[in-house]
């Protein structure tokens, strides 16, 4: 092996052997396990999100796949309607061309063209983060097979009458003309203006104070136009007289009704609301519990219209209002006429007053423009008679989600649902497989022949419909459109459902739900009952920076998953950064504060790390705070284990390891690892199945570096390094220090796959293992017969021994390479035998000169002091170490001593502790207590005696 560990020297290599030799395929003759990886967008690149999640799929496969299970981690990618779309369109504008004067067929060409060209990138990235996908059963959203079920599913849900077209608010992008879902709406904290606009009262009516008018306020004066009524709380007396009035509306001249809901609070204004239930999500709310008409005075492009689209509630036209506006305002941009109007307000004298006011203003994610809620026709899923089963799902617990608190986030969502629109206007996605005649009479089918024998249209002319499907409906079939559905296929039967979706806690509903409603409704069991997409739901949070900000390009602190893994210098890093920004300050901040945080760039940490440090962060948190430091904690990890290698191969390459059957003797130390590894499989093991992927790793850490590394390595140095050891010892121990090196890769590989499969190839021979790779070895099983109880408790003596010489030579400044003498008083029997047994190890390794056992009553000679439990070492200070020194070490342990048996003693003081905690945890304090207590006695004893010599 190389003496210095080189991660990428490794990576990409072995992870080309392991996919030409296909062993990420299912393979297992176990049962199944499936995940379904969450389809990136096709458009994208790795962000921490997908270094995030990649690591934790990737570790429960690897492990499962360790444990026999036919294994199938399922990827792909999505169509990414908008997005995609929008890059290509970009491209076009910067030839001075538009999508549609190419027309629809040419520029689906040229964006199938793109996505050939580019569209492979996000995999070239997830290939880097090591995930084991089967990549030969790779799947695109718009794939033949995945757009057959597409259309299967539409046309299934149409003709059990849960999908239909209705006009309804939406959330439309004026500038991309077409509806958005609520992920693809950021809200901006802006301040804005709040207008105080006077309603004159109809008939002669007056408030309650003799006003003539009613006050209303609102943020988007434009939409006034559209005002259908004035609500007002029927419980506010300033107004219970006025319910069932009327008022006339400025500037347009149309009598509205002042009506009376609970939605309006007395407390905020006036407590009168103006009613637009076209251009506002509560207002339709409202509209539709009063049965108001809906006025739409915007086009697709957020422009006042010359006349009014009237509709009633339900859809439906209506020719009962005046749909007349002003001709003042036809034609202006919605805030060109905000401005007008607000003017024309101020000049007939109806202007009460204008306030600032904080806002969230709704904009598209990709075009930046302020959301219209906007009334248009568009298809919908009914999903209230979708979500009574889905909800039963995790009731009864075929669904399970963990951490188990996002079943309430869950569930609060579905038990207020409202019907999914799932059209989108655009031109990239799949086309809704429906066609209208002439008439405008719809028809819904899997092809338009379908739909003309179906319907005995013969001949007439029929236009498909020109809205694709929103990007979420095709993934919400991912789980079982992957595997050949509609074909009843096998990969369908033996991986369907799958077991495990890892996802973030912000799209539960836009997708998790989606995906449950979907598939329980299409996909049933031979009995018939519904099947599950899958059987649970891990959940984590937003990757932060290590300040717990939201990582975001306007604030300069995103980190790519792939700078971590091959590293960046600074200026790339600082281009990086600041690259597209269209506010020069901004980009100088940002260039300022990345040249603070990274004056060196960041350094190459391999893959191994990264995923190393992602494992450890996932706890049961919501946020993940993303620290450099931990990558590089765990690099060095890497380090020691690469290390740790170089020293087992030095020490049984070419020696006689045992494998072969050769009778072997086990040293205590032997014998401690063993149990040791014992108890760290069964916890590593019980962890990952617990999906506490950070108390796994952290077992596996602590055993590698506390206890391999640290403890078991120098331990076997005097067996291996002594010429006169019995070759049986020997034999035993280079057999010992291989094969728990070759566990230890076992149990790491899920985490660390690269590093684990180099050194396992390393060493697969001496540890007497075969195989081409490590990833369809065993995973370990721990063996409670060899955990050996006696073997642990002592090396725990013997490491608390050789801390306490090491403390005293690091406190007295003693040289380690100098050997001393050591005296022990008050040792048990337990002791002295410990002492005959491994005076020969700890003369070496704590370079002992002797060690004397003191007698009943014999005095030590002035010594520093360490306690070993009851048992006091003691290192004699003649010709090494001063008196004042020794009193002030002493001084200093039975200060931190003393406040230990205060802390202590006052918490089993405290009822309130005492009343609460469970007796298990009480008996653990008290059992502190006295250990403490004993030591500062013993200390206390020891500082009096040598103040007296």
Known sequence: MDKTYQPHAIESSWYQTWEQNHYFAPQGSGESYTIALPPPNVTGSLHMGHGFNNSIMDALIRFRRMQGRNTLWQPGTDHAGIATQMVVERQLAAQGQSRHDLGRDKFLDKVWEWKEESGGNITRQIRRLGSSVDWSRERFTMDEGLSNAVREAFVRLHEDGLIYRGKRLVNWDPKLHTAISDLEVE??????????????????????????????????????????????????????????????????????????????????????????????????????????????????????????????????????????????YAGLDRFEARKKIVEDFESAGLLEKIEPHALKVPKGDRSGVVIEPWLTDQW???????????????????????????????????????????????????????????????????????????????????????????????????????????????????????????????????WVARMIMLTMHLMKHDDGTAQVPFKTVYVHGLVRDGQGQKMSKSKGNVLDPLDIIDGIDLESLVTKRTSGMMQPKLAAKIEKQTRAEFPDGIAAYGTDALRFTNCSLASTGRDIKFDMGRVEGYRNFCNKLWNAANFVTENTDGFDTGVNGEPVELAAADRWIISALQRTEQEV???????????????????????????????????????????????????????????????????????????????????????????????????ENRIDADAEADIEWVKALMLGVRQIRGEMKISMAKRIDIIVDNASAEDQRRLADFEPLLAKLAKLDSVKVLRAGEEAPLSSTALVGEMEVLVPMAGLIDKDAELARLDKEIQRLDGEVKRIGGKLGNAGFVDKAPPAVIDKEKAKLAEAQQALAQFSEQRAHIASL
């Open 380 to 510: 919908y899923v009914s999903t209230k008679p979708l979500a009574e089963p889905a909800i039963a799902a995790v009731e009864d617990g075929r669904i399970q989600f963990v951490p188990k608190q996002y079943e309430n986030m869950y569930f609060s969502w579905m038990r207020d649902i409202q019907d999914w629109c799932i059209s989108r206007q655009l031109w990239w996605g799949h086309r809704i497989p429906a066609w209208y005649d002439e008439a405008g009479n719809v028809y819904v089918g899997r092809d338009e022949a379908e739909v003309r024998n179906k319907h005995n249209l013969g001949d007439i002319t029929l236009r498909q419909d020109e809205d694709v499907l929103d990007t979420w409906f095709s993934s919400g079939l991912w789980t079982f459109s992957t595997l050949g559905w509609p074909e009843q296929t096998a990969a369908l039967k033996t991986f369907h459902p799958t077991d495990v979706l890892v996802t973030g806690f912000d799209i539960i509903f836009f």
């Open 685 to 783: 093991t019980r962890q990952l199945d617990a999906f506490r992927f950070d108390l796994a790793t952290q077992a596996l850490y602590e055993f590698v570096w506390d206890e391999y590394c640290a403890w078991y390595l120098e331990l076997v140095k005097p067996v291996l390094w002594d010429e006169t050891a019995q070759v049986e010892r020997q034999r035993g121990t280079r057999r010992t220090l291989v094969r728990v090196l070759e566990t230890i890769l076992r149990l790491a590989h899920p985490f660390m796959p690269f590093i684990t499969e180099e050194i396992w190839q390393r060493i697969k021979g001496q540890a007497g293992k075969q195989g081409d790779t490590i990833m369809l070895q065993p995973w370990p099983v721990a063996d």
């Open 187 to 328: 809200n901006h904290d802006e301040t804005g203006s709040l207008w105080n606009l006077r309603y004159p009262l109809a008939d002669g009516a007056t408030t309650a104070e003799g006003q003539t008018y009613l006050v209303v306020a609102t943020t988007r004066p434009e939409t006034m136009l559209g005002d259908t009524a004035v609500a007002v709380n029927p419980n506010d007396e300033r107004y219970q007289a006025l319910i069932g009035k009327f008022v006339e509306l400025p500037l347009v001249g149309r009598r509205i009704p002042i009506i009376a809901d609970d939605y309006c609070d007395p407390e905020f204004g006036t407590g009168c609301v103006k009613m637009t239930p076209a251009h506002d999500f509560n207002d339709y709310e409202v509209g539709k519990r009063h049965n108001l008409p809906l006025i739409n005075v915007l086009d697709q492009n957020a422009v006042v219209l010359a006349r009014a689209q009237v509709f009633n509630i339900d859809g439906s036209v209506n020719n009962d209002v005046d749909a007349s506006l002003p001709a003042a």
